[in-house]
């Protein structure tokens, strides 16, 4: 095996699949997710060098797309614990007058529902992109 890692590997390294978690991790890879697309908005910018091939553009749509797809079940998973978390007690609002923590919290957990429904259409054109962009090849130069 190479002794070459590439950023998956990395990535699991700091941030195991199978765990532990906790929720530091999960913060963590959150603040990741917003990195990432901070970093493609920036790098592909340069589409001389970075985007030269048309194979580049249908790998990042290929990661794109998936992540867009796992956007639904981290809403769903959200969502549940937010509907959780309007049962705690000690849950509250820290704007307190007139905000109850369970109502912010269910109001937090239909806009995530709402969130997902509305992703519906640009998750079907970026699966289509993608489909679209696996017939783009270069000659060698």
């Known amino acids: 095996m190479s002794e070459d890692k590439d ?11 199978d765990g532990p978690h906790s929720r530091d991790s999960v ?5 990741m ?16 060098t970075t985007l030269y091939w048309g194979n580049t553009v249908h790998a990042i749509l290929g990661s794109v797309n998936a992540a867009l797809h796992g956007l639904d079940q981290l809403f769903d998973q ?23 923590g369970a109502e912010t919290a269910r109001d937090t957990a239909r806009m995530l529902a709402e969130a997902k429904h509305a992703l519906k259409v640009p998750r079907a054109r970026v ?15």
Do not use: C, K
């Open 33 to 48: 997710m917003a990195y990432s697309l901070r970093y493609l908005n920036n790098a592909t910018q340069h589409t001389t």
């Open 78 to 100: 959200l969502g549940t614990a937010l509907d959780q978390l309007a049962a705690d007690p000690t849950l509250y609002d820290d704007r307190r007058q007139g905000h109850s």
């Open 127 to 141: 699966e289509q992109a993608f489909s679209q962009s696996s017939h783009l090849g270069n000659e060698d130069h």
């Open 7 to 17: 950023i998956t590997d990395v990535v699991d390294e700091h941030l195991p699949y």
């Open 27 to 31: 913060i963590d890879a959150a603040r």
